[in-house]
């Protein structure tokens, strides 16, 4: 049975569920977490929807035998094309999963185009068309695969003339348009904010879901009462798959690095 002191499970294709864990220690420090990044599978969003799925579910598994409390799927692509089976093998156990956070950046009202920034296989997946359709006559979205961006991300490349040469190209059929904002659709890309907005504009905004889905956690632990009360700082653990300890030292910088 789960107790309240039990870490929280995240699991990412990589580092990119950082972005989310941090989140959720800045509005829940006294908890413990166990972070999983799969670096040696990265990136998921070119993969077959299958073999994601499969890798999730080891990752899944993984983390509960850390007798995690609750698992974050912090991985768009993940969440896409595995969160329902998961939800449905582990039926005892709180499953958070994430999605582009389109409602806020419809919310914003902003005149020009929503341009939703995610991988190739998020953009393909059912879950994503839904989401699309539910919001398709209140703006105009348009979606922007970016195959190769994790990867900039995963090699430690957040910023410099490689990573906003590769930004160029993405947006050069864009720039000249009004944009609303930019939804950042996967979870290693609120790591290159700096270098996205050195090529769009600081004046545009960009929005991710990693708040919303801290904050959705928290809600889940209070409701099936599992929300730490130490007040006592909690620890983290890094595990990836590439156990390498530039890999780990690197997944510790991200969690404190400015973005």
């Not at 296989?121 to 839904?130: G, H, I, S």
């Not at 190769?148 to 906003?164: C, H, K, N, S, T």
């Not at 904010?193 to 050195?198: I, P």
Request: charged residues 25%; hydrophobic residues 40%.
């Amino acid at each position: 049975m789960n107790i309240k002191t039990d870490p929280i499970g995240f699991f990412d294709s990589g580092v990119g569920g950082l972005s989310v864990m941090r989140e959720a220690v800045s509005i829940m420090p006294n908890e413990n977490f166990i972070y999983f990044g799969d670096s040696k599978n990265a990136p998921y969003g070119t993969k077959k929807v299958s073999e994601v799925r499969d890798l999730t579910i080891d990752a899944v598994e993984f983390l509960l035998s850390k007798n995690v409390k609750a698992v974050v799927i912090a991985c768009n692509t993940a969440t896409s094309a595995a969160i329902e089976e998961i939800r449905s093998k582990y039926k005892q156990m709180s499953i958070i999963g994430i999605e582009p956070a389109l409602k806020p950046a419809v919310k914003l009202n902003r005149k020009g185009q929503i341009i939703i920034m995610a991988t190739p296989m998020t953009l393909r997946e059912k879950k994503f068309k839904l989401l699309m359709d539910k919001y398709k006559n209140e703006a105009d979205i348009v979606s922007l695969p970016c195959a190769g961006l994790v990867e900039f991300i995963e090699q430690g490349i957040v910023e410099g003339e490689d990573l906003e040469y590769y930004l160029k190209e993405k947006f050069k059929s864009y720039l000249d348009n009004d944009i609303s904002s930019i939804v950042l659709g996967c979870t290693h890309y609120p790591f290159i904010k700096k270098a996205l907005s050195n090529v769009i504009g600081e004046e545009i905004p960009l929005i991710d879901g990693g708040l919303g889905t801290a904050q959705e956690l928290k809600r889940k632990l209070i409701e099936s009462g599992l929300l730490n009360d130490s007040k006592e700082k909690g620890n983290i653990e890094i595990c990836n798959s590439i156990n390498d300890d530039k890999v780990i030292d690197f997944c510790y910088s991200l969690i404190n690095f400015k973005i």
